[in-house]
Nanobody
Framework: QVQLVESGGGLVQAGGSLRLSCAAS????????MGWFRHAPGKEREFVAA????????YYADFVKGRFTISRDNAKSTVHLQMNSLNYEDTAVYFC??????????????????WGRGTQVTVSS
């Protein structure tokens, strides 16, 4: 049974930082690209960042470039999202997801086959 479990969310002031983690089990983690998505109230779920199976390729949504960094540790089956310079618009539930292509360049949610339950990030203005 595949499980993706996010952690690290919470309440932070605008301008602050958070580091999200996603622990994977039940899959050959090193074969999958991993992505982060977010879903804010009243908005559609949107792509945030992705990383290839090797970690050598990363891909970001325009609105997070320069502020967020995605990374992975295949030995520990984990993927991280370092979020800096957070603002109110970053408030959302953040989800990690696994993409069997391994590419790390996909941004459509239907290309990801496994999903975590999410972790809430709230940025106070």
């Amino acid at each position: 049974q595949v499980q993706l479990v996010e952690s690290g969310g919470g309440l932070v002031q605008a301008g602050g930082s958070l580091r999200l983690s996603c622990a994977a089990s039940g899959l050959v983690f090193g074969s999958y690209a991993m992505g982060w998505f977010r879903h804010a109230p009243g908005k559609e779920r949107e792509f945030v960042a992705a990383i290839s199976w090797s970690g050598r390729s990363t891909y970001y949504a325009d609105f997070v470039k320069g502020r967020f960094t995605i990374s992975r540790d295949n030995a520990k089956s984990t993927v991280h999202l370092q979020m800096n310079s957070l603002n109110y618009e970053d408030t959302a539930v953040y989800f990690c997801a696994a993409d069997p292509s391994g590419l790390g360049s996909r941004r459509r949610s239907n290309e990801y086959v496994y999903w975590g339950r999410g972790t809430q990030v709230t940025v106070s203005s």
